[in-house]
């Protein structure tokens, strides 16, 4: 686990220069605290190609600057496998004429190997990483197809003088880059690019309006002009002065389950789940430094430390984070799913300064980022990290086997389409929204009110309409006339859309979880956690999005995921052992923190200091009366507004931490 950066230029680009390459790898040492590497190859007068390696913590690196053409790749390592300095990167094949640098785990590195080995090709390390280059010789740009794993990389081939980037398939790990004339720079966070001289950085304005949409920025998209990110399971190919993209995989969601579905009953698919599973989480047991597991007593969590305890010959170290405030504390459940298991459990009450963590969590993110969650799994990574380097969790388990309770809201509406259009127009009536009662985001009230809404609208754009933090109708409100004007015909809602698209053949609960899982999934969930976690050097695998779970999971009838009495049921009968029977049926409950209580409790000054200021509304995107509004009907209670608070606040801190300073902040002390 670890972060790379780098940059390919031909002879119309502009090359970064060895100091930005160190500026930018150190930008990232936070990814890797154990070693850090840089290379610098350039295209000499006679034809060949000169290679220079350094040690990016050297404060004494020579000024080099070339006119030629030439590569530049920083890494910064944190040592999972192979401990041993052989593991360093950049690394090479055989004869230097291809090198990489990489982020992620392969787990099925071993059986590569032997295979690469058995081919001819001859490896002078222990690590994952090495099986990169020799698989690019054997197989070309086909080579990513045979990794299993999570990843971000970038090869090298110096005698094709051509660049490949590929992200893995699920998205576990960042890549950012940008295109210009004659160069392509990549990173696996924004930060890195924005080290290189006169970078630019301008608010790309659609990216605002999909963040107080989904508050996240989705790839490939950047919310800065001229940048972008590479979508999970796809490669970029940079040769000739040209780059291009492509997609190598997809979850088979888009086949019929009817047609494809290998396996003649549930008990067939509940056997064939729990083989595929155990060996999932047997792979990501591998590992040279101590391991544990997060445990926060959801079934997700749960079923993969049972997995560990039964695969394992030690006891599995488990962690949990609670809160003071009832309604978002686990604890209990956790506890008991310890005992259950018999771990080794680590378990810590917290009580979050959320002023105090607000730079530091603008900094790490990169992009506006306002899924509130990232507080906790923050807090959770850096307890975990004070025991273990490698933690698994249960990300993706609410994705493919439909877990969330939203899908109950699908179902119930896909009910009511079937009622005359005019008992339709009178549960949408606005006045089912002035209904009295608790204003809370989680009260069934507020739920009825936001299901009603939305309730005569096409069922896609209804969903929308309700994981929407700002929907149409709030966002247009909210904008500046000239913002507004800005934006044209533009309309986030075709990243959903198109999401939809993909899947026509399948029922409306299957189509919704794979929009989940194309989109949420990778742009919320799994930034929040590789972002959470690399900010202290821990690395979080991910059992559930094993790509043969995956595929799997998209194949599986819906009937078998979800009934009238139970979501995620077929998790629920494979693995029912490791599940204490109060665990089976327990309420879903978020991984959140009360940023409604903090706003009007600490919180409450920055609304007035930072939402309100000059220095804000003089960026003409938000209508000084609407902003007003929304923080008084919130601070008077009439109104649950947190999320859209948030939402605000992170955007509005963003943009003083990476827009209104003269150079990118290298450190979040120095970002607000």
């Not at 006169?198 to 949409?213: C, I, K, Q, S």
């Not at 807090?379 to 380097?389: D, F, G, I, K, P």
């Not at 009622?419 to 608790?438: D, M, V």
């Not at 995956?550 to 009495?565: C, F, N, S, T």
Request: aromatic share 10%; hydrophobic share 35%.
């Amino acid at each position: 686990m670890c972060g790379l950066t780098g940059a390919v230029w031909t002879r119309e680009g502009s090359p970064v220069s060895l100091r930005e390459l160190q500026q930018m790898t150190q930008s990232l040492r936070h990814r890797g605290p154990d070693a850090g590497g840089l290379l610098y190859t350039i295209l000499q007068a006679s034809g060949d190609w000169s290679h220079q390696q350094f040690d990016s913590d050297s404060e004494a690196l020579p000024a080099i600057t070339p006119s030629t053409p030439g590569c530049a790749l920083g890494h910064r390592r944190l040592s999972i496998i192979d401990l041993s300095e052989s593991g360093t990167q950049p690394l090479s094949n055989e004869d230097g004429t291809i090198w990489t640098v990489f982020n992620g785990e392969i787990y099925n590195y071993r059986d590569l190997t032997e295979s690469l080995k058995s081919k001819g090709h001859r490896f002078r390390t222990e690590t994952d990483t090495e099986v990169i280059v020799h698989l690019y010789e054997e197989y070309g740009d086909n080579f990513v197809e045979h990794l299993s794993g999570m990843f971000a990389l970038a090869v090298w081939d110096q005698r094709a003088e051509r660049l490949i980037l590929a992200r893995d398939r699920m998205g576990q790990k960042p890549l950012f880059y940008r295109e210009e004339r004659g160069r392509v720079s990549f990173a696996s966070e924004l930060k890195s690019l924005l080290q290189i001289d006169e970078a630019p950085r301008h608010l790309r304005r659609d990216a605002v309006d999909d963040y107080l949409t989904y508050q996240y920025v989705p790839d490939p998209k950047c919310i800065l002009d001229g940048y972008h990110k590479l979508p999970p399971a796809h490669l970029a190919i940079y040769e000739q002065g040209r780059l291009t993209t492509k997609p190598y995989w997809s979850a088979p969601y888009e086949l019929s389950s009817q047609s494809l579905a290998p396996y003649r009953s549930a008990n067939d698919w509940r056997q064939e789940l729990k083989r595929r599973m155990r060996q999932a989480v047997e792979l990501r047991l591998r590992s040279d430094v101590p391991l544990g597991a997060f445990l926060s007593g959801g079934i997700d969590s749960t079923i993969i430390v049972g997995l560990m305890q039964e695969l394992s010959s030690n006891q599995t170290n488990t962690f949990s984070i609670g809160f003071s405030v009832k309604e978002f504390d686990e604890t209990s459940f956790a506890r008991e799913a310890a005992e259950h298991l018999g771990t080794q459990h680590h378990e810590q009450i917290v009580h979050p300064d959320a002023i105090s963590i607000l730079p530091k969590l603008i900094w790490h993110y990169d992009e506006p980022f306002s899924d509130s969650s990232a507080i906790p799994t923050m807090l959770l990574s850096e307890m975990t990290r004070q025991h273990v380097t490698v933690a698994l969790s249960g990300d993706g388990g609410d994705e493919l086997f439909c877990g969330y309770p939203r899908y109950r809201a699908v179902e119930l509406a896909e009910k009511t389409d079937r009622l005359p259009a005019i008992f339709k127009r009178i549960l949408g009536h606005p006045l089912w929204q002035k209904i009295p009662g608790p204003t809370h985001q989680r009260s069934i009230i507020r739920r009825g009110k936001r299901f009603l809404s939305a309730i005569s609208k096409s069922r896609e754009e209804r969903y929308l309409n309700w994981i929407s933090i700002f929907n149409d109708e709030a966002r247009r409100t909210m904008y500046t006339h000239e913002f507004r004007e800005s934006l044209g015909t533009y309309h986030p809602k075709e990243l959903i859309l198109d999401a939809y698209r993909k899947t026509d053949s399948r029922d409306f609960i299957t189509q919704t979880t794979c929009v989940d899982v194309q989109t949420y999934l990778p742009f919320d969930i799994l930034k929040k956690v590789d972002i959470a976690s690399m900010s202290y050097g821990l690395e979080c695998r991910s059992p559930f999005l094993d790509h043969d779970v995956v595929e799997l999971a998209a194949q599986m009838p819906i009937e078998l995921k979800m009934d009238k009495r139970q979501q995620k049921k077929i998790l629920i009968e494979t693995f029912e052992q490791y599940l204490p029977p109060r665990l089976q049926t327990r309420p879903k409950m978020g991984f959140g923190v009360p940023i409604n209580v903090w706003f009007r409790n600490e919180l409450k000054p920055l609304l007035f200091e930072i939402l309100l200021s000059q220095r804000a509304l003089d960026r003409g995107i938000f209508n000084q009366e609407e902003l007003e509004g929304l923080i008084g009907e919130h601070l008077s209670e009439k109104w649950d507004h947190s999320y859209r608070l948030w939402n605000l606040l992170c955007l509005e801190l963003w943009q003083r931490a990476y827009l209104d300073t003269p150079s990118a902040p290298n450190s979040y002390s120095d970002s607000l």
